[in-house]
């Protein structure tokens, strides 16, 4: 079928709702995966590009973010590799401690915190200009969120010695991370002249258990949560709030729809059995994604892709609130031909017609 944009779709999805057709939905789709979809030579950048992408691939949005100030946090390793017969990529990731910018109350209040009157919103302002009207812009905060923010900029190793060590700076460092977060939202709201949905993405968990005591996160996280989705809820119409934190999180759902989210991403399947967690939310949490990225995404076959969605749409479609996307983000391992038919089984099968 002839697939046309309708961010309505996604909408009535994320709301708990049951629309025409299942919709796909992806924090991140890697370049390399982009441009071997489009059967391109390389990836162009841009948002045009990304609009070109959305709408051939059969996403009914574009995301467009906000950029903060803040300094480079701590020390980073990286290293190079060839992914799926590409050119050499480079990854890169935090050091544990190395680095760490904050240590003390000393280094978080001469530390020069972003001001959200100086974020950049030129991404907003373009999006606004190109995307067309039947397609939504889904926005955040470039950069972690509120809880990796603070990790980022005391080092790991120190943020967790500092759970039982120092907690007044954890209350510290989480209070300024939250304000250049939801402050920087409230602004974009204010002043963008199109938003469509946020995606808040903050890591919780392992697969196994959470970073930390979920008493931190109730304590330091989960009041600058409901604040963004008291935002969300002022909008005109009222917008979605899309939760990303991997892991195992049986323990705090109540907590994210008590917030004000709206919608949960990405369920890992080793973490939570998506069925039971759909039926412990339902109507209350829209479930994004879940398609198996240790095998079935990367290592399986175009059939097995086929199957593997089929699979979720029928478990979780029926009633609404469901989204088909990966257990993560698509990453620049995963073979196009496997990507190609996560989203043609989603057409073939998420609008009645499989």
Request: net charge negative; glycine share 10%; aromatic share 10%.
């Amino acid at each position: 079928m002839t697939w046309t944009p309708d961010f309505a779709r996604l909408r009535t999805a994320l709301f708990c709702g049951e629309p025409d057709c299942v919709p796909l939905a992806e924090l991140k789709v890697d370049s390399l995966v982009k441009a071997g979809f489009m059967g391109w030579e390389r990836w162009p950048g841009g948002l045009p590009a990304e609009i070109e992408f959305a709408r051939a691939a059969g996403y009914d949005y574009v995301r467009a973010t906000a950029h903060v100030g803040y300094p480079a946090t701590g020390e980073t390793k990286s290293h190079h590799y060839a992914a799926s017969g590409s050119a050499e990529q480079q990854r890169t990731w935090q050091q544990s401690d190395s680095g760490a910018l904050i240590r003390t109350m000393a280094d978080c209040e001469a530390f020069p915190w972003p001001d959200p009157a100086a974020a950049d919103l030129s991404e907003l302002h373009l999006a606004a200009e190109l995307v067309p009207p039947e397609m939504g812009i889904v926005t955040g905060v470039k950069g972690g969120g509120i809880f990796e923010r603070a990790w980022f900029l005391m080092g790991f190793d120190g943020f967790m010695l500092a759970t039982v060590e120092q907690p007044e700076l954890i209350a510290a460092v989480m209070q300024r991370t939250g304000e250049v977060w939801v402050g920087t939202i409230e602004r974009l709201l204010r002043e963008a002249p199109r938003v469509d949905a946020v995606w808040f993405c903050d890591d919780l968990a392992y697969t196994e258990g959470y970073i930390v005591n979920p008493a931190i996160y109730r304590k330091h996280l989960f009041p600058w949560i409901e604040q963004l989705g008291s935002l969300c809820r002022a909008q005109n119409p009222p917008i979605p709030l899309i939760y990303h934190s991997d892991g195992r999180l049986w323990e705090v759902l109540d907590d994210l729809h008590a917030c004000g989210v709206n919608a949960l991403h990405p369920i890992e399947p080793k973490a939570m059995d998506i069925v039971e967690v759909k039926r412990r939310v339902r109507g209350r949490l829209c479930l994004i994604g879940n398609l198996d990225l240790g095998y079935t995404l990367t290592r399986g076959t175009p059939e097995e892709v086929e199957a593997e969605v089929k699979a979720r749409i029928e478990a979780l479609a029926p009633g609404g609130g469901y989204c088909v996307g990966s257990s993560n983000t698509v990453t620049e391992y995963v073979p196009v031909p496997n990507f190609r038919a996560m989203t043609e089984a989603t057409r073939k099968y998420g609008c009645g017609d499989g």
